[in-house]
């Protein structure tokens, strides 16, 4: 297994592909998530390898000095730690496993670093698949949105090897800071989901509350602002409230990828046999609010469908 060295960012020159004497890097999978985590890699001095669906998605990368190629397998052939960042299970299984997928261009020794939310099960069966060709997975999905993907402040939530864990970690270190080795195969996207079920129910309390104190004649922003300084501070409160409160829902975490999120949760605990009413309460709120078309917007959204609820029709 490859040990990758830390560049020195204040010797490089991040736009020039040829400077760097560092290992390869390859990231597919480049929307909203994954083109700002690319891009940090690319400027702290890493050559890096790119693919993306959309031909025009690779361009902002090709820009920053990064090479762009046809496939997953392309990418795997000439790199030997390979990042993923794509929507669902099925995306991952069709990167990893597909035609031209990943495991078709992979040498023994590779590591895949996937750092989608998708379901635990599956990843520990591709991670069997490729260690009987030689390859590790490391499972390390992420919380921040794209605000913090585009400031390398992820918190990052890594299963996997200790070993594959170790030589990914100056890479980590690029894109977030909270990182933490949760456990075996799976233990990353569990933990994960363990995240969601907080977030999730966290936006609905605020949600709740904020609507409680408009219909009660109170100025949100100052019950907000109140609530802060004391024990039920939060940064949901402090920035996704802002967002109810200015009913600002520009995406930074779209609800329809929160909502398969929530599904991922409740799969989880059908097969371990959990009751877990709070996050389907939540659940039925993102799937309001995807049904109202609203799909793209950010989940901190759901205060809409909250409102819509209570019958009310307020003035902002």
Same mark, same amino acid.
């Given at each position: ?21 560092? %290992? ?33 998605? &690779?361009?902002?990368?090709? %820009?920053? =000095? ?81 605000? =913090? ?16 864990? %170790? ?44 609507? +409680? ?11 907000? %602002? ?10 949901? +409160?402090? &920035?996704? =409230? ?35 009413? =709070? ?38």
């Amino acid at each position: 297994m490859t040990h990758l060295t830390t560049p020195d960012v204040t010797k490089s020159d991040s736009t020039d592909p040829g400077v760097s004497p560092l %290992a390869p890097l390859g990231f597919v999978g480049l929307g909203i998530m994954g083109r700002p985590m690319a891009l940090n890699l690319r400027r702290a001095g890493w050559p890096l390898f790119v693919h993306a669906r959309r031909a025009e998605a &690779m361009d902002p990368l090709v %820009a920053a =000095g990064a090479i762009a190629c046809t496939s997953p397998a392309e990418v795997a052939r000439q790199v030997e730690m390979l990042f993923t960042m794509v929507a669902d299970t099925a995306d991952v299984e069709h990167v990893i496993l597909g035609h031209e997928g990943i495991l078709a261009g992979a040498r023994p020794g590779l590591v895949v670093v996937d750092m989608s939310t998708i379901s635990a099960a599956a990843t520990r069966v591709l991670a069997r698949r490729l260690a009987g060709h030689g390859v590790e997975l490391l499972d390390a999905p992420v919380s921040g949105g794209e605000t =913090g993907a585009i400031q390398g402040t992820l918190s990052i939530m890594v299963g996997g090897a200790a070993a594959a864990f %170790a030589c990914a970690l100056p890479l980590f270190q690029v894109l977030g800071k909270n990182i933490v080795h949760v456990g075996d195969h799976g233990a990353g996207q569990v933990c994960k989901a363990c995240n969601q079920v907080v977030i999730s129910q966290t936006l609905a309390g605020v949600g709740e509350a904020l609507l +409680l104190a408009r219909a009660a004649g109170v100025d949100p922003a100052k019950v907000r %602002a109140a609530l802060l300084g004391g024990s039920a501070q939060s940064k949901v +409160l402090e &920035m996704h =409230g802002q967002r109810m409160i200015d009913h600002n829902f520009a995406p930074g975490f779209k609800a329809r990828l929160h909502q398969k999120d929530l599904r991922l949760v409740l799969e989880a605990a059908l097969e371990l046999g959990l009751a877990l009413p =709070g996050t389907a309460l939540a659940a039925q709120y993102l799937n309001a609010l995807v049904g109202r078309g609203h799909g793209e917007l950010d989940s901190s959204a759901i205060y809409e469908v909250q409102e819509a609820a209570s019958g009310r029709n307020l003035t902002y």
